[in-house]
């Protein structure tokens, strides 16, 4: 997801949108990270996992208000 999401071309987007692409980005990419520095699932803390989660669910949401502010569309 992280990929996809580092690979959409933004340079003609809005800047308010670029923001919020960015957002997200930054915050897969801490998810990405915290998840490639765990060696075994049961080291996994479950709170911070949860808070990284809602993070990105904020930035989604974000992203997702911004797009239909200006009257795009967002599909999956």
Do not use: W
């Not at 998840?35 to 809602?54: E, H, P, R, T, W």
């Not at 208000?65 to 599909?75: D, G, N, P, R, Y």
């Amino acid at each position: 997801y992280l990929l996809n999401v580092r690979s959409i071309d933004t340079s003609d987007c809005p800047d308010d949108f670029i923001t919020a692409m960015k957002t997200l980005e930054s915050s897969l990419n801490e998810i990405d990270m915290y998840l490639s520095g765990i060696n075994n699932m049961i080291d996994v803390d479950l709170a911070k996992f949860k808070s990284l989660q809602d993070a990105r669910m904020s930035a989604t949401r974000n992203l997702t208000s911004v797009a239909e502010s200006h009257v795009l569309t967002i599909t999956h």
